[in-house]
Protein backbone atom coordinates (compact mmCIF):
# COMPACT_ATOMS: atom_id res chain seq x y z
CA UNK A 1 0.00 0.00 0.00
CA UNK A 2 2.43 2.64 0.99
CA UNK A 3 4.95 2.74 -2.26
CA UNK A 4 7.69 4.77 -1.19
CA UNK A 5 8.96 7.05 1.83
CA UNK A 6 11.51 9.72 1.27
CA UNK A 7 12.87 10.64 4.53
CA UNK A 8 11.60 13.71 5.88
CA UNK A 9 9.29 14.68 3.04
CA UNK A 10 6.79 13.01 1.45
CA UNK A 11 5.16 9.33 1.30
CA UNK A 12 3.14 7.87 -1.72
CA UNK A 13 0.86 5.61 -1.10
CA UNK A 14 -1.25 4.40 -4.09
CA UNK A 15 0.18 6.91 -6.62
CA UNK A 16 -0.85 9.89 -4.54
CA UNK A 17 2.29 11.97 -2.84
CA UNK A 18 1.52 12.98 0.47
CA UNK A 19 3.65 16.15 2.10
CA UNK A 20 2.09 16.33 5.45
CA UNK A 21 1.55 13.67 8.70
CA UNK A 22 -1.36 11.13 7.99
CA UNK A 23 -2.91 8.37 9.22
CA UNK A 24 -4.30 5.22 7.23
CA UNK A 25 -7.30 3.81 8.42
CA UNK A 26 -8.59 0.24 6.11
CA UNK A 27 -8.08 1.56 2.41
CA UNK A 28 -8.77 5.49 3.19
CA UNK A 29 -5.80 7.66 3.92
CA UNK A 30 -6.81 10.71 6.46
CA UNK A 31 -4.07 13.64 5.30
CA UNK A 32 -2.66 16.62 7.55
CA UNK A 33 -3.08 14.72 10.32
CA UNK A 34 -2.58 17.44 13.47
CA UNK A 35 -1.86 16.02 17.23
CA UNK A 36 -2.58 18.16 19.78
CA UNK A 37 0.59 18.01 21.22
CA UNK A 38 2.84 18.39 18.20
CA UNK A 39 5.78 15.76 18.91
CA UNK A 40 3.50 14.06 22.01
CA UNK A 41 0.70 11.71 20.63
CA UNK A 42 -2.04 11.81 22.64
CA UNK A 43 -5.14 9.30 23.27
CA UNK A 44 -7.68 11.58 20.99
CA UNK A 45 -4.97 12.07 17.96
CA UNK A 46 -5.92 8.13 17.17
CA UNK A 47 -9.75 8.32 18.36
CA UNK A 48 -10.92 7.00 14.68
CA UNK A 49 -8.26 4.64 14.40
CA UNK A 50 -9.38 3.27 18.01
CA UNK A 51 -12.93 3.28 16.61
CA UNK A 52 -11.96 1.06 13.91
CA UNK A 53 -10.68 -1.53 15.66
CA UNK A 54 -7.63 -2.79 13.93
CA UNK A 55 -5.82 -5.53 15.13
CA UNK A 56 -2.62 -3.36 14.66
CA UNK A 57 -1.22 0.37 15.36
CA UNK A 58 1.56 1.02 13.21
CA UNK A 59 3.45 4.36 14.54
CA UNK A 60 5.97 5.72 12.32
CA UNK A 61 7.24 8.33 14.77
CA UNK A 62 9.35 10.53 12.12
CA UNK A 63 12.34 10.53 10.20
CA UNK A 64 14.47 10.76 13.59
CA UNK A 65 12.11 9.07 15.72
CA UNK A 66 10.87 12.26 17.64
CA UNK A 67 7.35 11.75 17.93
CA UNK A 68 6.42 10.17 21.48
CA UNK A 69 4.23 7.93 23.00
CA UNK A 70 3.57 8.21 26.42
CA UNK A 71 3.17 4.95 28.82
CA UNK A 72 -0.28 5.54 29.43
CA UNK A 73 -1.68 6.29 25.67
CA UNK A 74 0.14 3.00 24.31
CA UNK A 75 -1.19 0.83 27.45
CA UNK A 76 -4.71 2.59 26.18
CA UNK A 77 -4.80 1.37 22.83
CA UNK A 78 -3.51 -1.91 24.17
CA UNK A 79 -6.51 -1.86 26.26
CA UNK A 80 -8.89 -1.33 23.00
CA UNK A 81 -7.11 -5.18 21.95
CA UNK A 82 -5.00 -3.31 19.49
CA UNK A 83 -1.40 -4.22 19.35
CA UNK A 84 1.10 -0.82 19.04
CA UNK A 85 4.43 -1.13 16.71
CA UNK A 86 6.23 1.88 16.95
CA UNK A 87 9.62 2.84 14.97
CA UNK A 88 11.32 5.88 13.40
CA UNK A 89 8.49 6.13 9.80
CA UNK A 90 11.15 4.26 6.90
CA UNK A 91 10.81 0.97 9.34
CA UNK A 92 7.19 1.81 10.31
CA UNK A 93 6.32 2.12 6.72
CA UNK A 94 8.05 -1.21 6.09
CA UNK A 95 6.29 -2.79 8.80
CA UNK A 96 2.88 -1.80 7.76
CA UNK A 97 3.14 -3.32 4.15
CA UNK A 98 4.31 -6.26 5.61
CA UNK A 99 1.29 -6.65 7.77
CA UNK A 100 -0.71 -5.47 5.23
CA UNK A 101 -0.05 -7.94 2.87
CA UNK A 102 -0.40 -10.38 4.94
CA UNK A 103 -3.69 -9.75 5.31
CA UNK A 104 -3.87 -7.97 8.70
CA UNK A 105 -6.52 -5.33 9.83
CA UNK A 106 -3.86 -2.72 10.08
CA UNK A 107 -4.08 0.88 10.77
CA UNK A 108 -1.10 3.75 10.77
CA UNK A 109 -0.45 7.00 12.07
CA UNK A 110 2.95 8.36 10.75
CA UNK A 111 4.87 11.58 11.08
CA UNK A 112 6.61 12.17 8.43
CA UNK A 113 9.12 14.70 9.34
CA UNK A 114 11.67 14.69 11.94
Excluded at 7 to 19: D, F, L, N, Q, R
Excluded at 41 to 65: H, M
Aim: hydrophobic share 40%.
Amino acid sequence: MIEHYATGSYMKIAGKSYHQDLKIIGDRVKENWWRNQGHRLDIDDIADILSAKPEVLVIGTGYAGNLRIPADVRTAIENHDISVVAHETAKAATIFNRLYNEGKDVAGAFHLTC
